[in-house]
Every structure is written in C-alpha cells, then in structure tokens.
T-cell receptor, first 114, second 105 residues
Framework: EAQVTQNPRYLITVTGKKLTVTCSQNMNHEYMSWYRQDPGLGLRQIYYSMNVEVTDKGDVPEGYKVSRKEKRNFPLILESPSPNQTSLYFC?????????????FGPGTRLTVL | GIQVEQSPPDLILQEGANSTLRCNFSDSVNNLQWFHQNPWGQLINLFYIPSGTKQNGRLSATTVATERYSLLYISSSQTTDSGVYFCSGTYKYIFGTGTRLKVLA
C-alpha cells in the first residue's frame, strides 16, 4: 500500500531533550516536506527536500533540522525542543515539486514539549 | 510571499444542504490542491486542480487560474463531511488557514 508513515504518533518530552521524528514513504517520491499545524494558523512548511541531499528552508525553519540521505526517508530533528514547538507535525511527499503532482500526507505526530 | 485566503472560516450546515468554499491566492500558483482534514486529524487529498473543473461524487472543484481562485462545492452534505478544508498551492505548498465545516444531523 502506497503511504507516508511517521513515528512516533504521539510524543511528550521536556525542554532541551533532543528528539527525532521519522518520516518514510514507499512511493519513490522525489519531493518531501515537513509541516507544523497550529490552531488558527493552518499548515506552515518547516523544511522541504527536492531530492536526496537537497533540502531547503520553508516558512518556519527555526529550531529544526532535516536530512535526506535516502530517497524514502526524511527525518525531522529538534536539537533542543522548546514549548513553542508543541504542535501537530505532518510529513508529506509528492512525485516531484513541479508539474502534475498530488501531495500525500502522513498521519501526523502530536508533540508536546513541557 | 504568496498569501492564501479561504472563506468562510467557519460553516455550519444541516445535513443535505449544499455549500461553496472559496480559496483566493495573491499571485498565480500551480499544484493547487484541496484537502479535507477529518476530526481525527488525517489529511486527505480531495482534488489536484490547477485549472478547470473536476467532480468526484458529491464534491466538485473549479479553479480559475487567471483570476487566482478556486472553489470547492459540496452537495447534499453529510455528517462525515465535517472537518477542516484546506487549499494549497505552489511548489512550496502554501496552505490557507482552512474552512471549518460542521454538518449537523
């Protein structure tokens, strides 16, 4: 089944404790991205990747890191989480960034930073 | 950057009613899509519609790219249509803030 998976689905952590949220897709998509969703703000893009080893900042990259060493994986890293990073996070992928491309989303990761 | 405005922000319907949701972009976009976020938070693709009209069951969408807007029509609404509807565009997938729909039985 074609899908985007994220882990963990729920995470409660404390300020400053490094964490990684994994994202994997099995559709051989080139384009992957991370979003955070906050009440009243919709979805805002954190980082995106056009292909392996090609990443770029979205609208709200501060406090986050990403890497794209393999085509299927795009982990989101919070080196020193803070309470303002409490949010619902989505990973997404599409075949390419341009052209006729539908974007597919993972199930979401609800992160709470105390 | 490109701004995306969705209207109305909130909508309450009686089951069986029809509705139109609108998405305006401040500049031309490509990769325009409509999504539905169900009450469990899952984001579901509804339409990829950079231009023209598409229909899928009770839902249809029209994009007028030259005028930078898109419409989502929901006919004979059902309680399962409840949730938040987002439009999105450009290669950076800019999202609107959504229309929150509640359909009452």
């Amino acid at each position: 089944e074609a899908q985007v998976t994220q882990n963990p689905r729920y995470l409660i952590t404390v300020t400053g404790k490094k964490l990684t949220v994994t994202c994997s897709q099995n559709m051989n998509h080139e384009y992957m991205s991370w979003y955070r969703q906050d009440p009243g703000l919709g979805l805002r893009q954190i980082y995106y990747s056009m292909n392996v080893e090609v990443t770029d900042k979205g609208d709200v990259p501060e406090g986050y890191k990403v890497s794209r060493k393999e085509k299927r994986n795009f982990p989101l890293i919070l080196e020193s989480p803070s309470p303002n990073q409490t949010s619902l996070y989505f990973c997404a992928s599409s075949l390419r960034a341009s052209g006729t491309n539908t974007q597919y989303f993972g199930p979401g990761t609800r992160l709470t930073v105390l | 950057g490109i701004q995306v405005e969705q209207s109305p922000p909130d909508l309450i319907l009686q089951e069986g009613a029809n509705s139109t949701l609108r998405c305006n972009f401040s500049d031309s976009v490509n990769n325009l899509q409509w999504f539905h976020q169900n009450p469990w938070g899952q984001l579901i693709n509804l339409f990829y519609i950079p231009s023209g009209t598409k229909q899928n069951g009770r839902l249809s969408a029209t994009t007028v790219a030259t005028e930078r807007y898109s419409l989502l029509y929901i006919s004979s609404s059902q309680t399962t249509d409840s949730g938040v509807y987002f439009c999105s565009g450009t290669y950076k997938y800019i999202f609107g803030t959504g229309t929150r729909l509640k359909v009452l039985a």
